[in-house]
Structure formats: structure tokens, C-alpha cells
């Protein structure tokens, strides 16, 4: 029996902080949180070195306060969502290493009792050593999402992929939540997203990756097994990069 070998040599994975909650709550769930490091300990198994960029919006989103409160400025609120990636970066650190990962948490933010400062070099060095490096607090600075975060730490430490795990299949031509009959699509280039607006990412994170040819897949990570499927290579999620041809699913050759 051949032994199965992850396509990617080294990737990026982008967890939402929602993604640490069950659905339609906050907070941390353990659960939840265990059940992704176990898909994360089986994909880097594989022989993949994985980087995982954490969000917040499962504690506090910055952007909540926008307009509701005039006595915590816009800067401040954004720092405050980077501290709350910290808190879910120490969760998934400690899920990991249950289950015998070697770890690595770093912050953007200097927090020296918790976490190391991200250092490009020293990430580097971790992720070759079959670390787990997660990454937190964004870039360190107000006004940038964790997707462009994330689509700056896949350059920065040459990532093969960015995968976004999300918890839809991929991208589609609506919210699929709002709309059934949304068109879900196999294969995306970066104008055809920032042309018809497609949530996806943020439209800065795009342009980096669509700058330095940085492929994008978007993924549903709750599907069991998605995770490592990915990392195979396999069809799953939306793949965007250059000059791809828009493919819906619907005209995706079966698998």
C-alpha cells in the first residue's frame, strides 16, 4: 500500500475565530478546538509543515465597536480583537500539544510570559523542525484584517498555499446561507473574485496574493478529514490563482 505524501511542502492554514465556537455562539469550545487540532495533527503527518493564523471574532471583533462607543477609538478596538487571537492561540496550543504536537505560539504583539515575538527568521526555523507555529495578533498593527495577515505571513515564509478554512465547501456566487440556490465555484482567479465582489477575503489580502501568485484555497474545514484531504491535493473548496478559468461546480468533472 503506498503511503500517502502531502502535496504541499509547507502551508498557511487561516482559522476564523468563529471557528472555535460552536455555530451561532462566542466563546471558546474545547471541543470544537480539539476536534480542529486533530484534523491539523493528521494533515501534518502527512509530511506538510503548517503554519496556522488565528482570528478573534469568537471573543471581540474591533470593528464592533465602530460607532457604538466614541469613548474606545477605532485603533484601540483593533488592538483589542488582536488580544483576543492570542487567548484562542493559547487554546489551540494547548489542544495540540494533547494530543503530543510539538508547538510553537507567536505573537505579533510582544507578550513574553505567553508567547514568542513573531520573527520571520525564527518561524522559519520552527515550522522546519515539524513545529506547529501559530500566529497571533495579526500583524501587530490597527486597520489590518487576519486575512491579510494571513496573506502576508504566506509570503513571508513561503508558503506553497494559503488554505482559508471556512465553514462552507468554498466560494460561492452568494451567501449559500441566504440564498439556496447560490452557485458554488471549483476554480477562481483573483480579478474574477475582486470583480464581483465575492466574499472571500478582504480585497487587500487578494491583492497580495494575486501580486506575488500566492494560490488561495477555501475550504469547509468541518468536514471530517477536509483538512488532510487539502494537503493531498485533492479536490476540495475553491481554488484561486492566476489565469485560472471560472469552473462551478456544477461543470467540475466528477471525482
Known sequence: ??????????????????SFARSGERGISMEEVVHIS?????????GCEIAVVIGGGNILRG??????????QEATAHYMGMLATVINGLALQDALESLGCQTRLMSAIRMDGVSEPYLRRRAHRHLEKGRITILAAGTGGPFVTTDT???????????????????????YSEDPEKNPHAVMYRNLDYNTVLERGLKVMDSTAIAHCMEHRMPILVFNFQKEGNIQRAVLGERVGTLIQTNSEVVEASEAPAV
Request: glycine residues 4%.
Open 1 to 18: 500500500m503506498t503511503e500517502e505524501v502531502a502535496n504541499y511542502k509547507r502551508i498557511v492554514l487561516k482559522l476564523s475565530g468563529e
Open 38 to 46: 486533530g484534523q491539523v495533527k493528521q494533515a501534518q503527518e502527512l
Open 63 to 72: 470593528a464592533q465597536f465602530t460607532n457604538q462607543n466614541a469613548s474606545i
Open 149 to 171: 495577515a494571513a496573506a502576508l505571513r504566506s509570503l513571508e515564509l513561503e508558503a506553497d498555499i494559503l488554505m482559508k478554512a471556512t465553514r462552507v465547501d468554498g466560494v
